[in-house]
């Protein structure tokens, strides 16, 4: 994943704030053996997701929904975001589901 996550612009500019020690502005993100996660809930129940390389989205979209049954836009977000995470990733899932 670490080479998928390089080959993302967006994640690469988070990458480079937290190696220079402005992660205390941002505290939703973590590197974790070199891979990029957000931190969901960090006060409450934290978890990790997987910060999703714009290029593999496509690909994470279809496996969740058309291979598991066509669920809508809640259901696939629901189950995709214990995992994953990127930016706007509802309204993706929205938009690609309402095709």
Known sequence: MKTE???DSDIQVILEKLKHEEAKTDPKFVIHEEVLYYLSNPD????LRLY??????TLL???????NGHFG????YH??????YWPNMFRE???YISK
């Open 52 to 57: 999703v390389p714009s290029h593999l989205k």
């Open 61 to 67: 979209v279809k496996q969740y929904h058309d291979a």
């Open 93 to 95: 899932l929205y938009d």
């Open 73 to 76: 836009v809640d259901k696939t």
């Open 5 to 7: 996550q390089g080959k």
């Open 44 to 47: 409450d129940d934290p978890l």
């Open 79 to 84: 189950s995709l975001r214990r995992k994953y």
